[in-house]
């Protein structure tokens, strides 16, 4: 499927996924308020981190070796009954773990001991989330992109309804129930999807692990275990640092921004994920590679930018739609967000290729180095501009970042790569 195939039927999924965001948004603005919505961003942080470490943070690598293994479907089988076999033992020991802290945790990550009950009922929906997640990166792998839309306009409804009527309802701690559980519910429509594929079989998902997939599916572990410790804990740095120093409101100002950026970068990033990463595992010719990420920048980095220039002329009239009047004074950190998030969906483009091929060293020190960088960044320019400088550590920082990853990935536009991938 080519590019321009792929990025139109996955529009589907992501108008439909940003509509849902941007109605949420507005929900929440207005039962939660802006300091409710740096809880959310807290709480929301920690289930990165804990989803990633209880599912072996494999999913990528199940992604990519499904592509490249296109050919072998033996091969195919050996990566997912090793996958969902360090998924399920992995979510179902985090379960547990999850329910004999959950006080702990709604301490450490929401400083409030009564918001316990949020984490069980992540808990006793962890594996679900789980599984929903291995079979989204196996259909992926598969470019089976009609039933991966399909299922991501599943789980964008669930999010929609859940939310809405847990936040109308029981307010900020319906909304963080809300969180927990909605990826979950989207589990038994994807499951369905799936048993009509000619590929599917229960036993194809679970068995015995190999020990060489296990090998190759750890460079992908490390890669995505340093992204979800690093980016979620950088998050909740500069989230306590603007709460500290200018108010929680400012921080849910920051916040609300944040999810604003993530909605409508959706057609970017998603595209990024379904079209580029098995693609890009598939191609093993330098040449081949560079006409790749050319089309990439041609069709996905223009889009980008002119969605941020639209969002910077109209943002008075966006804030009034998706917020509410509380939430204006964050007017004054679109311009450089806008910056930051053209910046970072050009640097993207080339973290893709070292994701693809498996470049898992420079991958995790380039991450490590990202998210240090926009914590010490902040502080930096909060100090010299106030809470505007957060904006300015963002473009700042993929900048730097951008620069950083084309060195990074330089090597592999002039050589031919091993069939498996390696850290070059």
Known sequence: MTLIKTSLLNGIAVIVKMLTL???????????GPAGYAALGQFQNAVQMITTFASGAINTGVTKYTAEYHDRP????????????IALVGSLLASLLIAILHKQLAYWFLKDETYGGVFLWFSA???????????LAILNGKKEILLYVIANIAGSLFALVVTGIMAVVYGLYGALVALAIYQSLAFFVTLGLCRKSAWFRLDYLFGAIDRQTLVNLSKFTLMALTSAVSVPLSHMFVREHLGVTFGWDSAGYWEALW????????VATTTLS???????????????????????YKLILPMSVACGVFIYLFRDLIVSLL????????RELFAWQMIGDSLKIG?????????????????????????????????????????RGVAVAHAVIYFIYWLLVWFAVAPLMKVKLARTGSDL
């Open 323 to 330: 917020f509410t009047a509380d939430f204006y004074p964050m």
């Open 74 to 85: 033996d091969q195919q089988r050996v990566v997912w009954r090793t996958a969902g076999s």
């Open 22 to 32: 941007l109605g949420i948004n507005k929900i929440l603005a207005v039962y939660v």
């Open 274 to 296: 379904v079209y580029f990463l098995p693609r890009l595992s598939e191609l093993q010719d330098a040449s081949a590679l560079r006409l790749e990420i050319l089309k990439g």
């Open 259 to 266: 999810r604003m950026s993530s909605a409508y970068l959706i």
């Open 125 to 135: 929906t962890l594996v679900l989330f789980t599984l929903n997640t291995l079979l």
């Open 347 to 387: 640097s993207w483009l080339l973290a893709y290729l070292m994701l693809s091929k498996a470049m898992f060293k420079r991958f995790m020190l380039l991450e490590v180095i990202s998210a240090t960088g926009f914590v010490v960044l902040t502080h930096y320019f909060t100090d010299m501009l106030g809470l």
